[in-house]
């Protein structure tokens, strides 16, 4: 059996849609929620992510299914999210912790130097809604954090929350946008694969190592900056490095 779990929620669309069971022929999986999780994993195979999953409270629920001893243990496209005040506060090590090397197959959003080799972009790349053509319609789109943000959308914006959870909607709306404003992470990881100029409020590590950075400013209706886009195949590159690591996973399991 192999067991999958991530965050499983219905108020974040990139959670939600970043497991690569929904877009791999992966047999026998039963996906289900990351946090406080009961399957029985032990000799068995555990695929962990997508999403912002190495985190203080996200990473513990991790380290638990790893002491079940599962016969395999892949971790698919998770990502570093933390604040600066967490880093601060922590002696240890925040960055690419010990557990992860306990894993049989590491793939990991962030693109840090020394760790190229590890770098797995989000699943969600491979949504079948980045296939289609779409027309701009707008000058700037705002795309924000349900919870997170600080943004108050005024009259005239054009904005949306990543709360929403119909994921074709959410990709056109991105894409009406010549450039895409932002403070949720997959809302600038969806704009860059749609080739939109993007441009990010932080509150996280999670924006920092992008392989292709954002134009990051100090607050959403900062107009002093252009955006930054991703090269031309972007997409393709995303897409690529997913079906290898599928190829893997799939050596791993026999």
Known sequence: MIYEVHRKVNNNVGDFYCNPSRYFNIDNCISGELMHNKFPVQNQTVIIGGGG?????????????VKKTPKHTVLWGIGHNFGKKHIQKTKGKVFF?????????????????EYEDLYLPCVSCMHPAFDFEYKTAHKTVYFTHAFKSKYQPRAADIHMK????????????????????????????????LGKKVKVVSWSVKFDNMKHPPCFVKNIYDDSAQGLSAPADFLRECRDLNFAFYQKFKKLLT
């Open 97 to 113: 912790p010990d557990w992860i090397r306990e894993c049989d197959l590491i793939g990991i959003r962030d693109y840090v130097s």
């Open 53 to 65: 999953l190495i985190h203080k409270k996200f990473s513990l629920h991790i380290q638990d299914i």
């Open 162 to 193: 990543n709360d929403v959870t119909d994921f074709q909607k959410v990709i056109k709306f991105l894409a009406s946008g010549e450039t895409v404003v932002t403070d949720s992470y997959h809302g600038a990881y969806w704009a860059q694969l």
